[in-house]
T-cell receptor, first 113, second 114 residues
Framework: AQSVTQLGSHVSVSEGALVLLRCNYS??????LFWYVQYPNQGLQLLLK????ATLVKGINGFEAEFKKSETSFHLTKPSAHMSDAAEYFC???????????WGAGTKLIIKP | NAGVTQTPKFQVLKTGQSMTLQCAQD?????MSWYRQDPGMGLRLIHY???????DQGEVPNGYNVSRSTTEDFPLRLLSAAPSQTSVYFC?????????????FGEGSRLTVL
């Protein structure tokens, strides 16, 4: 069965530092890949997605992610963290024609001043 | 533009009580779904619908009931609440029934069962 692993339930970085949130999936078929962000006491919102084409995907708020098929990874990065980036981030995958997303457990990003 | 609206935002129930969480979307989306979110477990799909009159079970459907009589509304019913159903519930919709994963979420309903 398809699964999604997010390495680290909490990641702490200093303001201005690189943000790297890791996501690995298990699939024999290239899936659709997503990152969602959840700010405190809010619903989730789509940050970026990969379906086909260019493997480096840019999203909102300066985030980007790269699909690496050989590594079955879709890590999320941002060159310079901002205090407003503090939130929980979820990686998710789906397969064409499948009605269900498979979710990672989430990574809480903490920004140190 | 309202998007996905969930009510109530907070609810406390006693074990055995029943209640309905309401979800409405004004975007004419075909696909609607209910998730529960528990710490360290990500989101788990309870039920989903690909159109009016069509519903199906997700990963954790036991103890919950849904119906989809209109495109806009997708209520979630707890038949006999149990403490294990204490959670935050999210309704989410997507424009197309085949669901490419682009979900629009409500703000959540926090349920406590005593």
């Amino acid at each position: 069965a398809q699964s999604v692993t997010q390495l680290g339930s909490h990641v702490s970085v200093s303001e201005g530092a690189l943000v790297l949130l890791r996501c690995n999936y298990s699939s024999s078929v290239p899936p659709y890949l997503f990152w969602y962000v959840q700010y405190p006491n809010q619903g989730l919102q789509l940050l970026l997605k990969y379906t086909t084409g260019a493997t480096l995907v840019k999203g909102i708020n300066g985030f980007e992610a790269e699909f690496k098929k050989s590594e079955t990874s879709f890590h999320l990065t941002k060159p310079s963290a901002h205090m407003s980036d503090a939130a929980e981030y979820f990686c998710a995958v789906s397969e064409l024609g499948n009605y269900q997303l498979i979710w990672g457990a989430g990574t809480k990003l903490i920004i140190k001043p | 533009n309202a998007g996905v609206t969930q009510t109530p935002k907070f609810q406390v129930l006693k074990t055995g009580q029943s209640m309905t969480l309401q979800c409405a979307q004004d975007m004419n989306h075909e696909y609607m779904s209910w998730y529960r979110q528990d710490p360290g477990m990500g989101l788990r799909l309870i039920h989903y619908s690909v159109g009016a009159g069509i519903t199906d079970q997700g990963e954790v459907p036991n103890g919950y009931n849904v119906s989809r009589s209109t495109t806009e509304d997708f209520p979630l019913r707890l038949l006999s609440a149990a403490p294990s159903q204490t959670s935050v519930y999210f309704c989410a919709s997507s424009p197309r029934a085949e669901n490419t994963g682009e979900l629009f979420f409500g703000e959540g309903s926090r349920l406590t069962v005593l």
